[in-house]
C-alpha cells in the first residue's frame, strides 16, 4: 500500500462529507431537479420521435443538455469535437440547421464565426434544410476532419477528448469496439442524444462551492452486464498534470457522484433512474463506479493505487477506478481498472 494512501483516503472522504453537508444546506436543488426530470421524462417520445426524421452524421454528433430535453418543442446541439457547431430543429416534418443569435440579440451568426475562427468553415447555414445543399457542404466540410485552430481558440481540449471517448464507448460491440471498453456504455437522453448531466456543484478556485449553475459531470456512462450494470461517473482531463493529478479528479468526481447518489435517494429518484437507463425502481443498495479518465503520465508513473477501492458510504458503496490511454486523434492503448469489476464484482481493497 502506498505511503500516501491514508492522506488520499481522508481527502476522498472528506469530498464526500462535504457534498453531503452542501446539498442537505441548499435542499432547492430537490425541487428544481424533480422538475427537470418530469419534463425530460414527459418529452422522451418526442425526442424519439424526432430523431427519427434525420440521420447522423460522423463526425458531427448529437448532444442534448437538460434545457433543451425539457423544451417544448426539443432541439439537438450538433457538436464537432465535443463544441457546438449548429442546432438542429425539427418543426413538423421539416428539419433545419439553425444558428445562435450574437451578442446584440439582433441577429444570427455567433456559431458560424466561431466556426471560422476554430475551424476555418465559413458556411451559412442558419435556417437550412438538413437536405438541401448548405447542409451536405456543411456535413462534407466537417467530414474533412478539419484540426482546430489552437491558435484563435486553446480551451476546449477536455471536450475534443470527451469526444473521442464517447464515440468509443458508443460502437457496438465486437471487433470495432475495443475489449477494454466493452460494457461501458454512455447515457443518453432518450437514447439518442448525448447528455452531460448538470450538478449544483462549482469550482472556485480551489474550493467546491455549491451552485445553482454548478458544472457538468464529464461522461456518465453505463458499466457492466446485467444486473452488475452500474453507474459511472467519468472525471475527463486532456493532460496528466502534477497540478491536475487523478487523485483531484477522482475527488472531484466523488462530489458528483454524491450528488447522484442524493439524487437517486430523493423523491425524484425513481425518474431519474430510468432516464439513466435502469427499469423498476432505485435499488436498495447502489454501487457508483468515479473514474478518472486521462492519459498516461509521461513520466510512466500513472498512479493506480486506488484502483477497485470500495468506498462504504451508509447502505451504498462508491468504487473507484481509473482508465489511462494514448491519443493521436483516436483513443489507443487504454488501461483502466473498470474491466476488473466487469469480470469480478468483488474487487475491493484491504
Not at 475534443?160 to 468509443?168: F, G, H, I, Q, Y
Not at 456504455?185 to 439518442?192: E, F, H, L, M, S
Not at 452531460?196 to 451552485?211: D, I, L, N
Amino acid at each position: 500500500m502506498p505511503s500516501d494512501w491514508k492522506g488520499k483516503m481522508h481527502k476522498f472522504n472528506l469530498a464526500v462529507k462535504d457534498a453531503i453537508r452542501l446539498l442537505s444546506e441548499n435542499t432547492e436543488w430537490v425541487s428544481r431537479y424533480s422538475e427537470y426530470a418530469k419534463a425530460i421524462v414527459a418529452n422522451r417520445s418526442v425526442i424519439k420521435d424526432k430523431k427519427k426524421m434525420f440521420h447522423q452524421w460522423s463526425p458531427l454528433y448529437l448532444y442534448m443538455n437538460v434545457n433543451r430535453a425539457k423544451s417544448c418543442s426539443p432541439t439537438f446541439s450538433l457538436r464537432y469535437f465535443g463544441q457546438d457547431v449548429a442546432y438542429l430543429n425539427i418543426s413538423g416534418k421539416e428539419v433545419k440547421l439553425k444558428d445562435e443569435k450574437c451578442r446584440d440579440n439582433t441577429k444570427y451568426g455567433k456559431l458560424r464565426r466561431q466556426n471560422q475562427r476554430d475551424f476555418g468553415c465559413s458556411i451559412d447555414f442558419h435556417d437550412k434544410k438538413w437536405t438541401g445543399t448548405e447542409a451536405r457542404n456543411f456535413r462534407k466540410y466537417f467530414l474533412s476532419n478539419p484540426a482546430r485552430n489552437r491558435k484563435n481558440n486553446k480551451g476546449n481540449e477536455e471536450h475534443r477528448v470527451e469526444d473521442l471517448l464517447l464515440t468509443e464507448f458508443s460502437k457496438r460491440q465486437g471487433r470495432i469496439k475495443k475489449t477494454k471498453l466493452h460494457n461501458i456504455q454512455p447515457i443518453k437522453i432518450a437514447g439518442v442524444a448525448r447528455f452531460q448531466m448538470p450538478t449544483p456543484f462549482g469550482a472556485s478556485g480551489k474550493q467546491v462551492k455549491y451552485s445553482k449553475k454548478g458544472g457538468g459531470i464529464d461522461i456518465l456512462a453505463r458499466v457492466g452486464k446485467g444486473r452488475g450494470t452500474t453507474i459511472c461517473v467519468m472525471e475527463v482531463k486532456d493532460e496528466y498534470l502534477k497540478k491536475e493529478p487523478p487523485q483531484k479528479a477522482i475527488t472531484q468526481g466523488l462530489y458528483y457522484a454524491t450528488f447522484i447518489r442524493e439524487l437517486l435517494r430523493s423523491s425524484c429518484g425513481n425518474d431519474w433512474w430510468n432516464l439513466f437507463g435502469f427499469s423498476g425502481t432505485v435499488r436498495k443498495k447502489l454501487n457508483i463506479c468515479v473514474c478518472c479518465v486521462m492519459p498516461f503520465n509521461k513520466s510512466g508513473d500513472s498512479d493506480k493505487s486506488f484502483g477497485g477501492y470500495q468506498m462504504p458510504i451508509e447502505n451504498d458503496t462508491f468504487e473507484l477506478h481509473y482508465m489511462y490511454f494514448s491519443e493521436d486523434g483516436k483513443i489507443n492503448n487504454i488501461k483502466t481498472s473498470i474491466g476488473g469489476r466487469i469480470a469480478s464484482n468483488n474487487t475491493s481493497r484491504g
